[in-house]
């Protein structure tokens, strides 16, 4: 059996791109592209969306330092918006020239969307660590709900000094009450970081 006919039923997609960034070859493609319409473009040039410029930047900076890069990239596709992880590596000739660029994307939506996943949880972990203003957004989706900071607290079961002085961004909050807060506010928790980040 081949990569070709173990790979085809699984939602990886293999490519090689050109110093332009433009693409040479590619297998298993998003069904929303064929790879007639994708060989000798780059990925904004298929579909502008800032997905596609996130991956294409991905790929310029593998080739400019020689260094593998892994990231995870949501895409608006036609069935909403997918993830993958996404592996890129330089091409390097007998030369020991760069001439190109690898990426292997495996679609990891369903990972994603599982909040309980441990992987998830440090991202939200870090996400919270890096910004320090999420007490405005708490506030303003608050706001929007017409709710008091009384209110508030009643529906996360969570102290109305607490919800204050989240507000005043006199502190961070842990991962479980940011989890009562959005639910609270009936938000997803992830959705609730995407929209402060």
């Known amino acids: ?108 939506t369903d990972i994603i969307n599982n909040c309980d996943s441990i992987e998830i949880e440090e991202d939200i972990k870090e996400k919270i660590s890096r910004y320090r203003s999420i007490g405005s957004k708490i506030r303003l989706l608050r706001k929007e709900n017409a709710l008091t900071q009384k209110d508030l607290a009643e529906r996360s079961n969570l102290s109305q000094s607490y919800i204050s002085s989240l507000e005043k961004d006199q502190r961070n909050p842990t991962i479980n009450s940011l989890k009562l807060i959005a639910s609270a506010l009936e938000v997803n928790i992830k959705e609730l970081l995407d929209m402060i980040l």
Request: aromatic content about 10%; charged content about 30%.
């Open 1 to 108: 059996m081949s990569y070709k006919e173990i790979l085809k039923n699984k939602e990886i997609i293999l490519a090689r791109v050109d110093k332009e960034l433009r693409y040479t070859w590619i297998f298993n493609p998003y069904p929303d592209f064929s790879a007639k319409e994708v060989i000798g473009k780059t990925d904004y040039e298929i579909d502008p969306n800032p997905g596609s410029f996130k991956l294409q930047e991905l790929k310029r900076r593998v080739i400019e330092t020689g260094t593998r890069e892994i990231a995870v990239i949501k895409f608006p596709l036609s069935r909403g918006y997918i993830s993958y992880k996404i592996i890129a590596d330089p091409i390097i000739n007998n030369q020991g020239e760069i001439i190109g660029a690898t990426t292997a994307a495996m679609d990891i």
